[in-house]
């Protein structure tokens, strides 16, 4: 299975190709993890956004779009909409292409029939190896399996250097208690990982943060162009967006009515 999981992220590009063994440490085996079921619903480009149960890591294209060519394979980071989907090329860039000019839906329900075998959620997959639990001094990873146990992700991209962000760590600090949510901080700050785990603990508030190297290039993936920072962004475990936006006073309460949201659960 390991084997597997370093052929697959080794094929991703950008911020998706580094070594999980270089980049941090996947402590034990993966999680059991099964999601083929062949007596679900079809999927189809209508309802590819809400069975992100099935969507694939790895998508290509079917045919030529803008500068790639027929076959081009990229990363899927997320189902924008019925239409559109967000796909990282690596050195040909970040692009929303058409569903239509991709393989998604027949990867998709390779992976609804068992043709496929998917590992672990997609955005788990790529963020999981390259966690660092800031809880102690020494700076090491955060556990893969204690990752995989959350159900929703909620990514926080800002500068733990900067005054608002005493004000971002006080309000997200209500959903600790919440057993399906992880937050996982993206620091802005481009400053050692030592340092970043220090801050965190001076702060009282000491969730998994990004490598340094790497937060940039994610924040670049899963953010839309222009958003300002600091952003949240919560999602599901395969990318699926339940709420995007700039951090502000009610950010907690908006984050409580994505979490109580159908879309939450995917039902």
Not at 107 to 127: C, D, M, T, W
Not at 169 to 180: F, H, S
Not at 234 to 239: A, K, N, P, V
């Amino acid at each position: 299975m390991k084997r597997f999981l370093l052929l697959l992220l080794a094929l991703a590009p950008a911020a998706l190709r580094a070594d999980p063994l270089s980049e941090g440490h996947m402590t034990g085996k993966l999680p059991e993890y099964h999601v083929a079921d062949a007596a679900a619903p079809v999927v189809t480009e209508a309802n590819l956004v809400e069975r992100e149960l099935f969507w694939p890591y790895q998508t290509a294209l079917t045919k030529p779009w803008e500068s790639l060519g027929r076959g081009s394979l990229g990363v899927l980071i997320r189902v924008e909409s019925a239409r559109a989907a967000r796909i990282d090329f690596g050195r040909d860039g970040l692009r929303e292409v058409p569903i239509s000019a991709t393989d998604l839906v027949e990867r998709s329900n390779a992976v609804r029939l068992g043709k496929v075998e998917k590992v672990a959620p997609n955005f788990l997959l790529a963020i999981g190896p390259r966690l660092l639990d800031s809880r102690t001094p020494l700076v090491k990873a955060f556990d893969f399996k204690e990752a995989a146990t959350h159900r929703v992700f909620l990514c926080v991209f800002a500068d733990p250097w900067r005054k608002e962000f005493e004000a971002i760590a006080t309000a997200l600090e209500r959903l600790r208690d919440r057993p399906d949510v992880l937050t996982i901080l993206f620091p802005q700050s481009h400053r050692p990982d030592s340092q970043v785990s220090g801050q965190l603990r001076a702060m009282k508030w000491t969730p998994p943060f990004v490598y340094a190297h790497l937060s940039e290039p994610y924040t670049h993936s899963l953010l839309h162009a222009g958003t300002p920072l600091p952003a949240i962004l919560l999602q599901t475990g395969d990318g699926r967006v339940l709420y995007e936006g700039r951090f502000g006073s009610d950010v907690v309460a908006k984050l409580d009515a994505a979490l109580r949201a159908p879309l939450a659960s995917g039902e």
